[in-house]
C-alpha cells in the first residue's frame, strides 16, 4: 500500500509517518501544494497513492481545499476502471465542524487529533486496507498479590444493592433524537441534530452509500443520506451507532469478548427484525431494538467486573470460567435494571432478563420475548457459520413451534441477515 501523509506540523506528520509505516510505503509533504505536486507524480509514474491523511488547517492550501483538487485530478488523469485513492482528513476536535464539508467534497473517513496507532489501525481496518506488523497488546495493570477469592457475583450484586455502582445512562444523541421522534419531527430537523455528533454522521453517510442501500449516485450530505434511508431505516441505524458507545472494550483483558458481544447484539437485531417481518408478527415494541439490546446487561456486568478486578477488589485475576459463570447468573438482572433506568418499556426489560429461559418469565408466551429467543439463536448459529440447512438448531429450539418457525423459514431469514450484516460490510463495527 502506498500511503500519502500531508500535514504542516512537524511533530504530527512523523507521528503518522511512524504509524503508517508499519502499514505500507509510506511518503510525506508539509503543503497542500506539495502534496498536489506528490499526488501528480504517483499517478504520472502509474504508481498512485492508495490512502492519502490529510490534515485540514494548513497554510496557503488548507486540507479541503487540497482535497477538492486531489478529487478533480483523479476525475481528469486516472484511468478507466481506476480505484480512486482513500483520503482519510485529520482534524482536532475544535475543527469537527469543518468535516461534513470534508465529506462534500470527497473524503472517507477522519481521524481526530491527538490519535495513536489503535486508532488508525481501526480506520484502515475498516476500509481493508493493509495488514500491519504485530504489535504487542497493551496489559492491564498487574494485580495486587492475590487474597481470598471473592465470589465475583456475590459482590457484583452486593455492591449493586447497597447503590455503589452507576448503571450507564443512555447516550445523549440517542434521547434527543428519540425526543424528535416523538415530536414527529422531519428529516430536515433530525439531520440537524445528527450533525451535532459527527461519527454518526459519517456512519449515516457510509451506511447509504453501501452495498446494500447504494443508488445511482454516492451521497455527500447527511441530507441525502437521510432521504435515501427514510425514517425508519434512520431510526435504526442511529440506534444502533448510539449503543455502540456502550460497547467500548472494558481493558485489554476483555477487548475481544467485547467485539463478540458486539457482533451478536448487531445479528440479533437483523434477526429479529427479519423474522417478525417473516413471520407476520404483530408487536407492540420495535423488533431491531428489542434484537440490539437483549443481552446489554452482559456489556454492563463486563465493566463492572473489570473496574472491581483492576480495583484489586475479587481476590485476585478473574478466570474465564468464573467471568461466564457470572455473566450467565447476573447478566438478565442488570439489563433489566439499565433499561429500567432508561425508561424503555416493559417488554425491553422482560426480554433482558428472560430471553434464554422464556418459560420462567411471568408472561411466558409474550411475542417478543420468544421472538429474541430465536433470533439471538439463529444470530448465534450465523456467526459460528454453521449450515442453515442443519435442522439439530432448530429442532433444539423449545419455542420454534410457537412460533411457527418451518426449516425453509429458518433458512431463508439466516440468508437474509448475512446478506444484510455482509452487504453493511464493517460500517456498524
Not at 421522534?181 to 439531520?191: H, M, N, P
Not at 417478525?276 to 465493566?303: N, P, W, Y
Not at 408466551?365 to 420468544?370: R, T
Request: charged fraction near 25%; include cysteine.
Amino acid at each position: 500500500m502506498r500511503i500519502l501523509v500531508v500535514d504542516d506540523d512537524l511533530a504530527s506528520r512523523k507521528k503518522m509517518e511512524r504509524i503508517m509505516g508499519s502499514f505500507g510505503q509510506c511518503q510525506a509533504a508539509e503543503s497542500g501544494n506539495a502534496a498536489m505536486e506528490a499526488f501528480l507524480d504517483a499517478l504520472n509514474q502509474g504508481q498512485p497513492f492508495d490512502l492519502v491523511t490529510l490534515d485540514i488547517v494548513m497554510p496557503d492550501k488548507d486540507g479541503i481545499e487540497t482535497l477538492l483538487d486531489l478529487r478533480e485530478v483523479e476525475r481528469a488523469l486516472a484511468g478507466p476502471g481506476h480505484k480512486r485513492a482513500t483520503v482519510f482528513m485529520v482534524t482536532s476536535k475544535s475543527e469537527k465542524d469543518s468535516l461534513i464539508t470534508c465529506v462534500q467534497a470527497g473524503c472517507d473517513d477522519y481521524i481526530i487529533k491527538p490519535f495513536d496507532r489503535e486508532v488508525v489501525a481501526r480506520k484502515l481496518t475498516k476500509f481493508g486496507l493493509g495488514q500491519p506488523e504485530p504489535e504487542p497488546e497493551p496489559q492491564d495493570p498487574p494485580a495486587a498479590p492475590d487474597g481470598p477469592k471473592v465470589d465475583i457475583g456475590h459482590e457484583v450484586l452486593r455492591q449493586f444493592q447497597r447503590g455503589e455502582l452507576n448503571l450507564p445512562s443512555p447516550p445523549t444523541i440517542y434521547t434527543k433524537f428519540h425526543q424528535l421522534l416523538e415530536q414527529e419531527a422531519s428529516l430536515e430537523e433530525i439531520a440537524e441534530l445528527l450533525k451535532l455528533d459527527v461519527a454518526i454522521s459519517f456512519q449515516i453517510i457510509g451506511v447509504s452509500n453501501s452495498p446494500f442501500y447504494r443508488g445511482a449516485a454516492e451521497n455527500k450530505t447527511l441530507e441525502q443520506a437521510l432521504g435515501r434511508l427514510g425514517l425508519e431505516a434512520t431510526k435504526k441505524y442511529v440506534d444502533v451507532l448510539a449503543t455502540r458507545s456502550l460497547y467500548a472494550p472494558a481493558g485489554a483483558k476483555y477487548r475481544e469478548q467485547t467485539q463478540t458481544l458486539w457482533r451478536q447484539a448487531l445479528a440479533c437485531a437483523h434477526a429479529s427484525e427479519l423474522l417478525a417481518q417473516a413471520l407476520g408478527l404483530t408487536l407492540s415494541q420495535d423488533a431491531f431494538t428489542l434484537g440490539l439490546l437483549h443481552e446489554i446487561g452482559k456489556m454492563i456486568l463486563l465493566h463492572i467486573v473489570a473496574d472491581l478486578e483492576k480495583g484489586h477488589k475479587l481476590g485476585g485475576p478473574v478466570s474465564p470460567q468464573d467471568l461466564q459463570a457470572t455473566l450467565s447468573a447476573y447478566q438478565g438482572q442488570f439489563g433489566a435494571a439499565v433499561l429500567h433506568k432508561w425508561g424503555f418499556p416493559q417488554e425491553y426489560a422482560l426480554v433482558a432478563r428472560h430471553h434464554d429461559q422464556p418459560g420462567q418469565a411471568p408472561h411466558p408466551d409474550l411475542p417478543e420475548l420468544l421472538l429474541v429467543r430465536a433470533a439471538k439463536t439463529l444470530a448465534t448459529s450465523l456467526l459460528a457459520q454453521e449450515d442453515p440447512g442443519d435442522q439439530s438448531t432448530l429442532e433444539g429450539l423449545e419455542v420454534a413451534q410457537r412460533l411457527g418457525l418451518t426449516p425453509a423459514l429458518w433458512k431463508d431469514v439466516w440468508e437474509r441477515v448475512r446478506q444484510r450484516i455482509e452487504g453493511l460490510g464493517s460500517l456498524l463495527e
